[in-house]
């Protein structure tokens, strides 16, 4: 795994730099919630199950405040669920994304390969404190292929990842599908398949 300083990752305030979005997932949290994956993560973890997410480059740069539009606009989103790519490189978007969300009723959750105690470290990326202080959930640590678990009933992928549930609300609520897959067919006719093991697909083949 490489040593984790610093993000390459240059974009204008305010933007998120971002891989996909669905709504209505119900194979990524608690009930049904928007999905946002992040484009960019250092970690090069083997058997990552979104490689395509690893580049910092530009895929789909979006206004904060146009992405929480969307998530609103469908009121079947209880919550929204980061996940990546690596969500705490874009922890100061993401948080002030969670701020326009929680006011409305939808709950918090985001996956990361960092672990909780690194997040609260100084070798944290910047602005961590402040996402961390938005979460009602977070899924930490990186995958570790040797550690695999590869149950489609299990809440992580790898034995070392932990669930901490910072809002109590939640705790009964552990029980996402996480043994089903979804295919989102958008509006431009492209599919995103996502589901067990947190694998999110991009095909554009309709
Ligand atoms: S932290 Fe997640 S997105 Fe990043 S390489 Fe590892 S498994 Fe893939």
Redesign the pocket.
Request: hydrophobic share 40%; aromatic share 8%.
């Given at each position: 795994m490489k040593m984790i300083l610093e993000t390459p990752l240059k974009i204008l305030p305010g933007y998120l730099n971002i891989m996909g979005y669905v709504d209505e997932s119900e194979v990524n949290g608690p009930d049904r919630r928007a999905v946002v994956w992040v484009q960019g993560?250092l970690?090069?973890?083997p058997g990552?199950?979104?490689?395509a997410?690893?580049s910092f480059t530009e895929n789909q740069f979006i206004a904060v405040e146009d992405l929480a539009e969307k998530i609103l606009q469908n009121p079947r989103n209880q919550g929204v669920t980061f996940s990546?790519?690596?969500p705490f490189w874009q922890a100061e978007n993401l948080a002030k994304l969670a701020q326009l969300l929680k006011p409305k009723g939808l709950n918090i959750m985001s996956?990361t390969?960092f672990t909780l105690e690194e997040l609260k470290s100084e070798k944290a990326p910047p602005h961590s404190q402040e996402l961390l202080a938005e979460l009602d959930l977070l899924i930490d640590g990186?995958?570790l292929e040797q550690l695999a678990i590869n149950d489609p009933t299990s809440l992580v992928s790898s034995k070392n990842q932990r669930v901490h549930v910072f809002n109590p609300a939640l705790q009964d609520k552990l029980n996402w599908a996480s043994d089903q897959m979804e295919i989102h067919i958008l509006k431009d006719g492209s599919r995103i398949i996502t589901g067990f093991r947190g694998a999110m697909g991009l095909d554009n083949s309709s």
């Amino acid at each position: 795994m490489k040593m984790i300083l610093e993000t390459p990752l240059k974009i204008l305030p305010g933007y998120l730099n971002i891989m996909g979005y669905v709504d209505e997932s119900e194979v990524n949290g608690p009930d049904r919630r928007a999905v946002v994956w992040v484009q960019g993560c250092l970690r090069e973890c083997p058997g990552c199950f979104n490689p395509a997410s690893w580049s910092f480059t530009e895929n789909q740069f979006i206004a904060v405040e146009d992405l929480a539009e969307k998530i609103l606009q469908n009121p079947r989103n209880q919550g929204v669920t980061f996940s990546g790519g690596e969500p705490f490189w874009q922890a100061e978007n993401l948080a002030k994304l969670a701020q326009l969300l929680k006011p409305k009723g939808l709950n918090i959750m985001s996956f990361t390969g960092f672990t909780l105690e690194e997040l609260k470290s100084e070798k944290a990326p910047p602005h961590s404190q402040e996402l961390l202080a938005e979460l009602d959930l977070l899924i930490d640590g990186p995958y570790l292929e040797q550690l695999a678990i590869n149950d489609p009933t299990s809440l992580v992928s790898s034995k070392n990842q932990r669930v901490h549930v910072f809002n109590p609300a939640l705790q009964d609520k552990l029980n996402w599908a996480s043994d089903q897959m979804e295919i989102h067919i958008l509006k431009d006719g492209s599919r995103i398949i996502t589901g067990f093991r947190g694998a999110m697909g991009l095909d554009n083949s309709s």
